[in-house]
Nanobody, 127 residues
Framework: QVQLVDSGGGLVQPGGSLRLSCVAS?????????AAWFRQAPGKEREFVAA????????YYNEFAKGRFIISRDNAKNTMYLQMINLKPEDTAVYYC???????????????????WGQGTVVTVFS
């Protein structure tokens, strides 16, 4: 099973930017892999942020992420990224990368549908 290590979180002021990274090891992402970012704010459930189909590069976003977050991947490095701009205090959360071996159709973004998880990286947006 693939192991995921996410990083790139930190402290940032409103309007600032961060880029999160997720490196996969132990196995190479297959062509049909669906990889995603989730986040969990204190006292709230984990929620879907964005996802990408590994081979075709098709992307999916939660409404709050559209226009501010961009998900991408580097096949050669087996690495996924989440570029976040114009960050807001409500973006404060632990961000997790996740993956599953098949995309499925229609694709599901339920937490339970993902089989591999990173350890999480903390993003704090403070004013």
């Amino acid at each position: 099973q693939v192991q995921l290590v996410d990083s790139g979180g930190g402290l940032v002021q409103p309007g600032g930017s961060l880029r999160l990274s997720c490196v996969a090891s132990g196995a190479t992402f297959s062509a049909d892999t669906m990889a995603a970012w989730f986040r969990q704010a204190p006292g709230k459930e984990r929620e879907f942020v964005a996802a990408i189909k590994w081979s075709a590069g098709g992307t999916y976003y939660n409404e709050f992420a559209k226009g501010r977050f961009i998900i991408s991947r580097d096949n050669a490095k087996n690495t996924m990224y989440l570029q976040m701009i114009n960050l807001k205090p409500e973006d404060t959360a632990v961000y997790y990368c996740a993956a599953r071996p098949t995309s499925g159709w229609p694709p599901s973004f339920d937490v339970s549908s993902f089989t591999s998880w990173g350890q999480g990286t903390v993003v704090t947006v403070f004013s």
